[in-house]
């Protein structure tokens, strides 16, 4: 099975940083990356798909980048709705995996 | 609009099966496929399994074991049984829509516990 390993596990920022998610799996993966965000008691809502494309309703302050094995989420200038965890997905092989997440929390 | 909703008991004593249904309203079964997907308490996202649009399934090998994934087309439902409950089959319990190769649409969960 893939591996996907995010860090770091807990990033504490203030509202208006910039801030940059990793996400790196065990072997090349192409570009079969997907991001997600999940809010305190609610399901994960995807953000990025294929590592860098953009998903309709998603704000453009999020971005994603990189290929093979190392995987960057972007967020420019947080907003206080953003402070969620995140979770990277490889969908290059069966069973699809998850990172074990990136919590994103206030500083 | 794309709805998912899943159901079932929220309590399962060990070594019995969970029998879960996930309900879709705005789509096909037919021509989309539905995966199942849990994340124990305070934990991080599993992949269980899938169904795709032609029917065929595939599962996660760590459970395949105790998992099957059907579905009854004509009622927009998917089902998820898995037998040999354990306190760590513990989890809430989503299915989302698997459009290509990621999860676009999720439902709200179901919290299932394992306990006697």
């Known amino acids: 099975d893939i591996v996907l390993t995010q860090s770091p596990a807990t990033l504490s920022v203030t509202p208006g940083e910039s801030v940059s998610l990793s996400c790196r799996a065990s072997q090349g993966i192409s570009t079969s990356i997907h991001w997600y965000q999940q809010k305190s008691n609610e399901s994960p809502r995807l953000l ?60 | 609009q794309v709805q998912l909703k899943e159901s079932g008991p929220g309590l399962v004593q060990p070594s019995q099966t969970l029998s879960l249904t996930c309900t879709v309203s705005g789509l096909s079964l037919t021509s989309n496929s539905v995966s199942w997907i849990r994340q124990p308490p305070g934990k991080g996202l599993e992949w269980m399994g899938v169904i795709w649009s032609n029917g065929g399934t595939d599962y996660n090998s760590a459970i395949k074991s105790r998992l099957s994934i059907s579905r009854d087309t004509s009622k927009s439902q998917v089902f998820l049984k898995m037998n040999s409950l354990q306190t760590e089959d513990t989890a809430m319990y989503f299915c989302a829509r698997l459009p290509g190769y990621n999860f676009d649409y999720w439902g709200q969960g179901v919290m299932v516990t394992v306990s006697s």
């Open chain 1, 48 to 107: 990025i798909k294929y590592a860098s494309q953009s998903i309709s309703g998603i704000p453009s302050r999020f971005s994603g980048s990189g290929s093979g094995t190392d995987f960057t989420l972007s967020i420019n200038r947080v907003e206080s709705e953003d402070f969620s965890v995140y979770y990277c997905q490889q969908s290059y092989s069966l069973p699809y995996t998850f990172g074990a997440g990136t919590k994103l929390e206030l500083k």
